[in-house]
């Protein structure tokens, strides 16, 4: 095993199992994945960072969901509709899928007793999910399953032999001690990355599965889109946006910010914050409409009701918040519908897994979000278990090594000490992905240095800056944002031209030569290169 990691904690070892699937990762993309690979008749462990149920983007939040009645006519629609706004990137055959999946899924949800509103005519309303209420029954029933959930568990390295991925090791939260799973099949199914922006749920999202797959060999796809940002109020970690629709928005003197209701207003927002602040207020709703935001989405209005603001009729102070791949549509990249990767025995499902295969360059909160990681988890977890399944009762005895790139001492976590250079990891990946004029605003100019900063952050890790952290998980979580910005602004920088959420200011035009989705993948040495053309797709606009 490695000897950054398993070796040197071995006898600190506080777990030890066999599994026939292992999941990291306890949001919906990973309880799906638990449920569908059980049903195979595998044998399943889940470890999250936090505890399944309750951690991640969805389970503090309300969220729409991409279910569409599975008529040719309405599929058709569903498909088409923001095609052009991905930059005609998705993919046919993976969207209609992902439509059917989520439909059967959401389905499975109504059976299990999810309690789906009523609509105006006494049907259920099966187009959105309140995430307490939602992972709570997936947590039920991945115990249902039989699944053994490890919580406060996180994953710090692979195992893997000549054969490929075969388990696990990671750090039991509450001691720092080691535990570790031989597995005969992995599925990420971590989330994806927001930088520790602060946004609502996004605390353990840290790109973390991006790293272990890259240390596995795997590739990633379409990190070129990662660069989402969210309102919210400057007083608020909520950065659930669609209300925006019914906001105006103003400068400090009570003038409105032209343009910034617009489909470009977020960028409109962005370019006015880099000099003034900027203001909202809900003021396009009626009383009724009122009522109803509240009742569907009521952890937007907690902020507001504990300073006495009424956001409809109050002017409020707002940012943008970094949302990264977890909005993005960037991710782990995956070669079929069983979500496999190159690597065999690796798995990757839910916003960890490339989301480009039905959103293309673009995607907002919730819908497609949330089909995606329902299908995807389905997906892999099938894929994940048959596999398994079929290796034997061999697989548990594999002589599997570590794999991972970040080294460490033989220290434990149990002071859980925020060391200070970690926070200084953390303080300068932010400083090169926060700011607008970089990230959101490219140009070569800006993104070339930046990413030369990134690179030099990622050699002082290699080289062992982190290696006497007491905190590993911290450590690690510090390492996954670097790699997961270099892999970002790579691709950026290869991609010349507009396209989807990834705006070019010296490239300001979508341009056909570049109709192909990127992949991108490496440590030390990134390599970014085209993933296929589909300029010869018929019906399929460049």
């Not at 003197?253 to 909202?280: F, H, M, N, W």
């Not at 599997?400 to 953390?426: A, L, M, R």
């Not at 920088?493 to 992949?519: I, S």
Request: hydrophobic share 35%.
């Amino acid at each position: 095993m490695s000897k950054h990691l398993y070796n040197k904690a071995i006898k600190e070892t506080e777990r030890e199992a066999d599994a026939d699937v292992l999941v990291i990762g306890g949001g919906p993309s990973g309880a799906w994945a638990a449920i569908t690979a059980a049903a195979k008749g595998a044998r399943v462990i889940l470890v999250d960072k936090g505890y399944c149920g309750t951690s991640g983007a969805t389970a503090p939040s309300g969220t729409g969901v991409w279910y569409i009645n599975p008529t040719p006519e309405e599929q058709e629609a569903a498909m088409k509709s923001r095609e052009a706004m991905g930059g005609y990137l998705a993919d046919r055959k993976w969207m209609l899928s992902v439509l059917n999946r989520t439909f059967s899924n959401v389905n499975l949800l109504d059976s299990w007793g999810y309690p789906f509103p009523l609509n105006d005519s006494g049907g259920k309303h099966r187009k959105s999910l309140q995430g307490p209420e939602y992972m709570r029954l997936m947590r039920k029933q991945v115990k249902k399953a039989g699944v053994t959930i490890w919580d406060h568990s996180p994953a710090l390295e692979l195992l893997k032999d000549e054969h490929g991925i075969g388990g696990a090791a990671g750090v039991v939260s509450a001691t720092g001690n080691q535990w570790v799973v031989k597995a005969g099949a992995v599925i990420i199914a971590s989330g994806g990355c927001a930088f520790l922006s602060k946004a609502l749920g996004c605390n353990v999202l840290t790109g973390d599965g991006y790293l272990l797959a890259a240390e596995a060999g795997a590739s990633l796809s379409g990190m070129e889109f990662s660069n989402a940002y969210a309102i919210a109020p400057v007083f608020s970690s909520v950065t659930k946006t669609a209300f925006y629709t019914w906001a105006s928005f103003y400068h400090e003197d009570g003038t409105i910010v032209e343009g910034a209701g617009s489909q470009k207003g977020r960028s409109v927002i962005a370019r006015t914050l880099q000099t003034e602040p900027v203001y909202a207020r809900l003021d396009k709703t009626n009383e009724d409409m009122q009522k109803w935001m509240r009742k569907a989405q009521p952890n937007f209005f907690l902020p507001f009701d504990r300073l006495g603001i009424n956001p409809f009729t109050d002017k409020f102070p707002i940012t943008l918040r970094l949302e990264g791949t977890v909005r993005g549509t960037g991710g782990i990249h995956i070669l079929n519908e069983k979500c496999e990767t190159a690597i065999p025995g690796l798995y990757a499902a839910g916003d960890a897994a490339t989301r480009q295969l039905i959103c293309g360059g673009f995607t907002g909160g919730g819908s497609h979000n949330a089909a995606w990681a329902m299908s995807s988890g389905s997906f892999a977890g099938e894929a994940a278990g048959e596999y398994a399944l079929n290796l034997g009762q061999n697989a548990a005895h594999r002589n599997v090594t570590g794999i991972s790139s970040t080294p460490f001492t033989s220290k434990t976590d149990k002071n859980h000490q925020n060391n200070q250079v970690v926070k200084e990891v953390i303080k300068d990946v932010q400083a090169e992905v926060t700011p607008f004029e970089i990230n959101l605003f490219r140009n070569v100019k800006n993104l070339k240095p930046s990413l030369q900063r990134l690179d030099s952050i990622w050699n002082d890790i290699r080289s062992g800056k982190l290696a006497d952290v007491s905190n590993r998980v911290k450590a690690r979580e510090s390492a996954a944002m670097t790699a997961t910005a270099r892999w970002m602004y790579s691709s950026a920088l290869e991609r010349k031209e507009t396209r989807g959420m990834h705006k070019r200011t010296d490239y300001k035009e979508q341009n056909p030569d570049f109709h192909y989705r990127l992949l991108t993948g490496g440590l030390d040495h990134i390599c970014t290169r085209p993933e296929q053309n589909l300029l010869h797709r018929e019906g399929v606009k460049g």
